[in-house]
């Protein structure tokens, strides 16, 4: 497997899942947008009052298969949920 390292991830409140992921893969530098999914939830509860669960991240695996392997993939998710705060930032209430 090729050495993958995180760089920087942009999303932010209120659309914590809609920025853009910047890795390197070896040599290469590769930014990828709209490519996760918070594991949390938000959702009015009985009461009516709102409720924001973080979670960990999951990442959308078409977007990398074009130069990644099943492998490079979930080295990616991993480093993703070491370095960018589990989300869910309550923004799609």
Do not use: Q
């Not at 009516?48 to 490079?72: C, M, P, Q, T, Y």
């Not at 991993?78 to 869910?88: A, D, E, F, Q, S």
């Amino acid at each position: 497997m090729r050495v993958i390292e995180f760089i920087s991830y942009d999303g932010k409140y209120p659309n914590l899942c809609s920025g853009t992921l910047t890795i390197r893969v070896g040599d290469a530098i590769h930014d990828v947008k709209y490519c996760m999914e918070s594991g949390g939830k938000c959702f009015i509860d009985f009461d009516g009052e709102e409720v924001v669960e973080r979670g960990d991240w999951k990442i959308s695996a078409e977007r990398f298969k074009s130069f990644l392997s099943n492998d490079e993939i979930k080295e990616v998710e991993r480093l993703v949920n070491i370095n960018v705060p589990w989300g869910c930032c309550g923004g799609c209430l």
